[in-house]
């Protein structure tokens, strides 16, 4: 997806004004692009014909730059199909809050328990693993593995009372809960590879049973066309709070978040990104529409930097950056620290302009790293200390002593300087200038 909406609004910024047809063609390739990432058409077809009306409208033709405006009112429009404001969880007054979840077997649910339940923990809460998946033999087992590398405990029928009875154990635990003060339960359900009566049944009595404060509806973002029809079913046969779209570290790239939420109106909460518990962040509307822009995701890779590095070296770093002081020893340091924030690509493919880079994100490996340190290694001190002084010379001798090009130690010094600047902006507060964008 934004590959393609990408490359049509690079055309449409070369433009100072915009006729009708330039509307037309723009809206014909952001229906494509749509299309193409399996959005719903139903929804393709709304969004598209929204967006033509506001485009022809007063605020384009008597806006300063046209083509921005364009690009704005995309970014607002998707913005609120998304659901507008970030969602939090809501808390009961009492506790425990109770946390169902839903969902076809294999979106999900039993993984993302187990990150809530790190997520929650984290933030001091204490939660408990409820395992009401009682239909695959092995689906308790898999829950207790996960509270385990959660650190949170299970609450599961005793074993040898034959087939348990889910809505049973699900009002057993929030007694437990009380009992043993859990602040939060989470509740894993069972899920049928297809949408199917029984289960629908079974989910629903255990909502009536335990009255969740929360009923999160877990959807696989690769289910592509199928979103539509999955969510529509759970909303009328369980119907949720809000909806969890896991896999989004795959290849889709937010289709199936604007179908279920534009089509069943409930807030994306949270977006799972891989199969570690870590692998897990709420979802910010207005962050995944610049992402399906193209305007990168800043925001969260700040985040996950603050959360992987020690808070008081967050803090080192932030002032290096405002102050200008950031070196090229701290930029080694940063990208050996990187390596513990789980994949590179990942971090890597949040940074503007990369999903174009695709080719030379799959060429971003280890031995990236280990030549970036042979360079940095390479420089005196006072080099690394002050870029400025790399002159031809000294990026002949270094190119020499590392093994490398001077090619290679101009592409490092120019993206040490990017991520300076860009540091700096983020660090001062503002969003990154985007070029020919201007100010988010
Ligand atoms: P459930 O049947 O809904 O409980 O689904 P599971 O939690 O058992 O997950 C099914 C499979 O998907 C497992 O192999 C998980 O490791 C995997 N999985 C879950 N969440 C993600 C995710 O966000 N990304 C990726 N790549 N895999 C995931
Ligand atoms: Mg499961």
Known sequence: LSDRLAETFKNLRKKGTLSASDIDGTVREIRRALIDADVAFDVVKEFTSRIRERALGDEVSKALNPAQQVVQIVNDELISILGGEQRRL???????????LAGLQGAGKTTLAGKLAQWLAKDGHTPLLVACDLQRPNAVTQLSVVAEQAGASIFAPEPGNGVGDPVRVAKDSIKHARDKQYDTVIIDTAGRLGVD?????????????????????????????????????????????????????????????????????????????????????PFHPDRMASRILDLGDILTLIEQAQQAFDEEEARQVAEKFATDTFTLDDFLKQMQQLRNMGSIKKMMGMLPGMAQQRDQLDNFDEKEIVRTEAIIQSMTRAERTNPKVLNGSRRLRIARGSGSTVTDVNQLVNRFEQAAKMMKTVAKGGMPQIPGMGPV
């Open 90 to 100: 809501e808390f009961a007054k009492t506790p425990p809050t109770v946390i169902m």
């Open 197 to 281: 009566a029984e289960l629908m049944k079974q989910a629903a009595n255990i909502r009536k049973a335990v009255d969740p404060d929360e009923v999160l509806f877990v959807i696989d973002a690769m289910i592509g066309q199928d979103a539509v029809a999955t969510a529509k079913a759970f909303q009328d046969g369980v119907d949720f709070t809000g909806v969890v779209l896991s896999k989004l570290d795959g290849d889709a790239r937010g289709g199936a978040a604007l179908s279920v939420a534009s089509v069943t109106g409930r807030p994306i909460m949270f977006a799972s990104t891989g199969e570690g518990l870590g692998d897990f962040e």
